[in-house]
């Protein structure tokens, strides 16, 4: 879980800063980094 948990929550933080560069508020990526 571990290993699977360190492989995804980068590509959470990249697509969260995807999401705020396309978003001008931003409300997604917020909902996601903190999820």
Not at 8 to 32: Q, W, Y
């Amino acid at each position: 879980m571990g290993a699977l948990y360190d492989l995804i929550h980068p590509l959470f933080h990249i697509f969260a800063n995807t999401m705020r560069n396309c978003e001008s508020k931003g409300e997604i990526a917020v909902d996601i980094s903190i999820s």
